[in-house]
């Protein structure tokens, strides 16, 4: 059974910058895509990043490119979404989500079989 726990979250003044983690047990983390959902009050789910497995390549949305950075220490089963220059429109629930799904895209969040239980980032003005 795979677990992801995702942490770092709280309350955030806009421009800060912190740091999400999202813990991965239950299987081989190192040969997996992983990737960073966000979902705001009334919204559906939205794609933030992904990253491959060796983590050589990256993927962002266009909302948060330049400000965020996708990261992941395989020998350490954990994947981080560094969040810079904060927003009031990136309050949101965080997720992390693990093993796309053969033939599916990796920022559409059906495709994912395994999820975190989020963490919450709020973003004060």
């Known amino acids: 059974q795979v677990q992801l726990v995702e942490s770092g979250g709280g309350l955030v003044q806009a421009g800060g910058s912190p740091r999400l983690s999202c813990a991965a047990s239950?299987?081989?983390?190192?040969?997996?895509?992983m990737a960073w959902f966000r979902q705001a009050p009334g919204k559906e789910r939205e794609f933030v990043a992904a990253?491959?497995?060796?983590?050589?390549?990256?993927y962002y949305a266009d909302s948060v490119k330049g400000r965020f950075t996708i990261s992941r220490d395989n020998a350490k089963s954990t994947m981080y979404l560094q969040m810079n220059n904060l927003k009031p429109e990136d309050t949101a629930v965080y997720y992390c989500a693990s093993d796309v799904r053969v033939g599916e895209s990796m920022t559409t969040s059906g495709a994912y079989q395994y999820w975190g239980q989020g963490t919450q980032v709020t973003v004060s003005s």
């Open positions: 990253i491959s497995w060796s983590g050589g390549t990256t």
């Open positions: 239950g299987r081989t983390f190192s040969r997996v895509v």
